[in-house]
């Protein structure tokens, strides 16, 4: 009975002495809201990164912001990070961010500035096949061939396929 008794205390002592070691996961929000600078207009779907201080090329976590240009994303681990703030056509803002014991780091709004590296126009070109199969036919367009400018009749019909 005496066994019993001192196994039935260590086991309770050893098992409340693992509980008391065992720290709770702090989760600590991190928010803000991506606006533009030029015409205070949200930016919807801006990619944030959040990136460990000491090593900037470790990344850490990403989220999208929402169709409000809002962003949240959690830490469960405090200390000094760096937080990028990625769209296309735009600056990409790096931030620092330190976690503590605060349970929400709010950043507030952050102003994204226009890229001056734009493109001044595109242009789409496309071109006719000259043969086209069809189920029951074959289409040669003449037309369309840039060697029919120079050759008669006769040579564009030896270029056809038979």
Known sequence: MNIRALLIVLSVLISSLAFSQSSPLMNVQI???VIDSLTNETIPYATIKLFDKTNAKTLLKAVASDDNGKFQLSMNKKGDY???????????????????DAKTVDLGTVFVNDNSQTLSEVVISAQKPLVKVDLDKIVYSIEDDPESKTNNVLDMLKRFPW
């Open 82 to 100: 760096l937080l990028a703030i990625e769209y296309i056509g735009k600056n990409t803002v790096t931030l620092p961010v330190t976690v503590g």
């Open 31 to 33: 928010k803000g809201q």
